[in-house]
């Protein structure tokens, strides 16, 4: 990468977004990655790096981050290893950390679908069996496990019973009367023996080897000896953990090295990974988006500077190279040239980077071979350049450098000399840019240059507007018209005297002012077409909402219009079912009058005939197609009778009665209650096709019943049991049948079948009422019956 490439990158703050990008990184490599990343120029690097990014943005948005803490480098101690070297313990847990890191990423990359960075998932190689080795054994950075090896369990299984021993002995000691010649009654270690704190002047009371004496002479550190045996098996025990302990390491060590190609195989995998995971937290963050690529044009749609608040930041469309390949940018100082500049390089070098870019998603971004930017004031003191010179020096080089795969950004070109030729020579340089086949966009106060892009093939306009009654700049860039540097208009608001300010205005030759009045109108116009255009834009979403809105009503119509002829038909077809049961249970009954009554057969055959065929009738009728739900019609005055829904409760309550003021008495469930009118609308109940069911299917059981059941029964000649016998059969098929009136014929006689029989009516559910036989009824030889 050339040198005014590099010096590009850090004048379009690429380092700072690559500073966030670290951020974001797990790993130590993986932040070194992140800093020393660079624009790639070959357009299938940049389109793989972009997959990997979206394909990790959408892992994270589905699973969450993989666990990549705690991976440290293990290369260095893995080489020490193959060597014939031993690790310790913390080397060891960092390559347990590393085989760890490997297996929990393949399990979090388990199962996904082919994509662009599930190769490196499955490339992972875990060693479970190495891994649990390794964090069973070692406890902590200094410490092993007492299970690291079956030695190692009884060494010190003997060193805590002898310390144990030796503790016994000195404790006993201290508890004695000898305690008088102790400093404290205290057991202390001195050079890994235990030993108690004698006072000076009675060293010799305590017989013992002394291993220590206090800075002050007053204390002497003695091992007793009847602890010397028991501490030197100790010491003894202390240098076989020591060898052991060695043993294991050494025998750890050498089972790494023989997995050192899969672990460092599998350390390079897991910092990819999070380099990768990086750029997707960073998308994610930034609210990016992944761009389309081209090798052509650039187009960006919402774009925003990824250095600014994302919640103030100005979205912006930019586009350079399918319409035209050189931009012009004017508008007054502040007004966001610069920052909309920088944003066009900085989106196209994180492009080319494998980043997101804050943008939407419908945007593209053309992948060059450089970015070559003169951006800012570089004067220098110590090496006597003005402002002008040393943009002129990076001019140059740029000029050097340029061809037709480069991006060249220019900012105040031609700024800091005489006006006219500054002009004159910005117009020259863009001329001498198009002319190496670069696309160019540069920022300018010369008029001069508004007109050489309104004139030339190929060069566009753009300004950044500026709010002349706040004096605040919008920052929205506005592409196709150039943009005024409103200085009259910023200086009378700053409270220039207005003679000042006319005698400016006179100076300005006529051609001057045509072009700035041009400006004006052509700034009003822009903006009436700006705000019709945003109120047709408007009016057209209120237009789709609205649609949308008809056609989920329309749909939710149709579909409740099914449900209710679905539900109608579903009901006829009960009612049919439940007059076919009807009808078969009375023929049943038929069968057995038969055996103790002559009926006219003939006439109960042709009656069931005729129910079926009504019946049949009916569910023909309700199989048809389904007929037109239409909308109910406003509801007419309730009567007593109807059924009437609470508009305000939505429950259903009958009309019991209508009182003088045209209010209603209304019993909803067990409560009975009054209601107006207009509070109130009529259910009209049951649609066509359950009404025509129910009516046929009435006539149809009015038919078969009034024929098939008898209106009185003779009892006469019956003993009392059979007779209440044969009256409660009776009875049950009157019911059934519906009667109202029936006629039980006793007789006079000794009265017992009578009284039987009344006995009876009194007791029976069914019986309303009932009293004797009037004259020519039979009079006190029958009992006419009111059913309920």
Request: net charge negative.
């Amino acid at each position: 990468m050339n040198e005014l490439f590099e010096k590009s990158i850090q004048t379009l703050e690429l380092p700072r977004v690559l500073e966030m990008l670290a951020g974001c990184a797990v790993t130590d490599e993986g932040r070194e990655r992140a800093l020393a990343l660079r624009p790639m120029t070959d357009i299938e690097d940049v389109r793989r790096a972009q997959e990997e990014t979206s394909a990790a943005v959408k892992l994270l948005i589905l699973r969450g981050t993989p666990g990549f803490a705690g991976i440290r480098p293990v290369a260095a101690s893995l080489q020490r290893a193959d060597m014939g070297g031993s690790l310790n313990t913390r080397e060891l847990l960092e390559v347990a950390a590393v085989l760890r890191a490997a297996r929990t990423a393949g399990e979090y990359g388990a199962g996904e679908e082919k994509s662009p960075i599930s190769h490196l998932f499955h490339a992972l190689t875990p060693n479970r069996f190495l891994e649990d080795t390794i964090t069973n054994s070692i406890v902590g950075e200094d410490e092993l496990a007492d299970s690291a090896s079956p030695e190692l369990a009884s060494i010190r299984r003997h060193m805590r019973a002898t310390e144990s021993k030796v503790r016994d002995i000195l404790q006993k000691l201290i508890s004695s009367n000898q305690s008088k010649y102790l400093q404290e009654a205290i057991i202390t270690i001195r050079s890994d023996r235990y030993v108690v704190p004698v006072k000076s002047e009675h060293k010799n009371a305590i017989p013992g080897l002394v291993h220590d004496v206090s800075s002050s002479g007053s204390t002497f550190f003695i091992e007793p000896m009847g602890v010397v045996k028991a501490n030197n098996e100790l010491r003894e025990l202390l240098a076989k953990e020591k060898k052991e302990i060695e043993r294991i390491l050494a025998e750890l060590s050498a089972q790494c090295a023989n997995h050192k190609e899969d672990i460092l195989e599998d350390y390079q995998l897991l910092v990819w990974l999070d380099a990768i995971f990086a750029r997707a937290k960073l998308s994610l963050k930034l609210e990016c988006t992944e761009p389309r690529l081209s090798d052509k044009y650039l187009r960006l749609r919402g774009a925003r500077h990824p250095l600014l608040d994302q919640k103030k930041a100005v979205a912006n469309d930019l586009e350079l190279g399918e319409r035209f390949d050189t931009l012009v940018i004017t508008g007054p100082n502040t007004g966001g040239k610069t920052v909309t500049l920088k944003t066009l390089g900085l989106i196209t070098l994180m492009a080319q980077c494998g980043l997101h870019i804050p943008a939407k998603d419908d945007s593209t971004v053309r992948v060059v071979s450089r970015v070559l930017a003169d951006i800012g004031d570089e004067q220098s003191i110590a090496q006597s350049l003005s402002t002008f010179s040393s943009h002129m020096v990076n001019i140059v080089g740029i000029l050097e450098e340029a061809d037709d795969e480069s991006l060249i950004l220019f900012d105040e070109l031609g700024a800091g000399t005489d006006p006219v030729e500054g002009a004159a020579l910005a117009a020259a340089i863009i001329e001498s840019a198009r002319g190496l086949g670069a696309q160019v966009a540069a920022t300018t106060h010369y008029a001069e240059l508004k007109v050489y892009a309104m004139t030339t093939p190929g060069v566009e306009n753009a300004s950044c507007e500026f709010n002349v009654e706040t004096l605040a700049p919008t920052y929205r860039l506005v592409l196709g018209i150039p943009g005024k540097s409103n200085a009259f208009a910023i200086s009378r608001r700053l409270g220039l005297p207005e003679y000042i300010i006319e005698k400016a205005a006179a100076r300005l030759d006529a051609e001057n002012v045509r072009f700035e009045d041009v400006l004006t109108r052509l700034d009003q116009q822009r903006q009436e077409m700006e705000r019709e255009r945003t109120e047709a834009r408007r009016l057209k979403l209120e237009m789709e909402q609205s649609a949308s809105k008809a056609r989920e009503y329309r749909e939710k119509l149709e579909a409740e219009r099914a449900k209710v002829v679905e539900k109608a038909q579903a009901e006829a077809r009960a009612i049919i079912q439940e007059a076919r049961d009807a009808s078969d249970l009375a023929i049943s009954e038929l069968k057995e009058l038969q055996k103790r009554r002559d009926l006219d057969w003939q006439q109960v055959n042709d009656s069931r005939a005729e129910a079926r065929r009504l019946l049949n009738e009916a569910e023909r009728g309700i199989g048809g197609p389904a007929q037109e739900v239409e909308t109910p019609p406003p509801t007419r005055p309730a009567v007593a009778g109807d059924t009437v829904e609470l508009v305000s409760m939505g429950t259903k309550a009958t009309v019991l009665s209508v009182n003088k003021d045209g209010s209603l008495q209304l019993q909803a469930g067990i409560l009975k209650i009054s209601a107006k009118q207009d509070e109130v609308r009529v259910v009209e109940g049951e649609s066509q096709s359950q009404k025509e069911a129910r009516r046929i299917v009435a006539r149809a059981e009015h038919t078969l019943r009034t024929a098939a059941v008898p209106s009185q029964v003779d009892l006469r000649g019956m003993m009392t049991d059979e007779a209440i016998a044969v009256l409660e059969r009776f009875l049950d098929t009157a019911m059934m049948g519906k009667l109202e009136t029936v006629t039980i014929i006793h007789g006079k006689g000794t009265g017992a079948v009578r009284n039987a029989v009344r006995t009876y009516c009194r007791r029976s559910r069914y019986v309303k009422s009932f009293r004797p036989g009037r004259y020519g009824e039979g009079e006190d030889g029958v009992t006419v019956v009111e059913l309920k």
